[in-house]
């Protein structure tokens, strides 16, 4: 099966199946980000520092749209969120869920898979460095555990929240 675009070899494959080539998944990828951008109105904001590649990539997707004043961006992404939701959910401290709403998180509802393969194709160098304690690194091992079954899992948590409202 070629890329749903064209017929180019896939690089990447969606949970229903369908794939992407290089140029395809690039396309879906800045088109996803921008949407969020719009969608959360992050244009009046700061860009990040460089030195995770997920600062880099958010500043080289929005580095032309964005004032670059206002509220520093986030880099975290939904590998990340999907861990502290549920630590928020058990610590019942639910007021806490107003920071982890996707407002100045343009990398929201991107999975280390995407983010590891833009910047691959992109020729984009670094790593994501993520520093977690001991109850995230057992909640981030429960979500891993769950992929296996359902590979949307992480999608599945932010979306509830979201829902929530
Ligand atoms: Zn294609």
Redesign the pocket.
Known sequence: MA?K??S?KPVWEFTNQTK??R??FVRYFEKKMLKIVRKYGMRNSKLVKKDDLRGKIINNVMGKIVTNKGKKLEIENLNDYSVRILEVLMSKDIKKFDCLLPNYKPLYFFTDAEILLYAKIKNIKGKIVRKMTGKEKKIDDFLIHLENGNKDIRHNVVNSLLRLG
């Open positions: 890329c675009n064209c180019k992407l080539c140029s395809g």
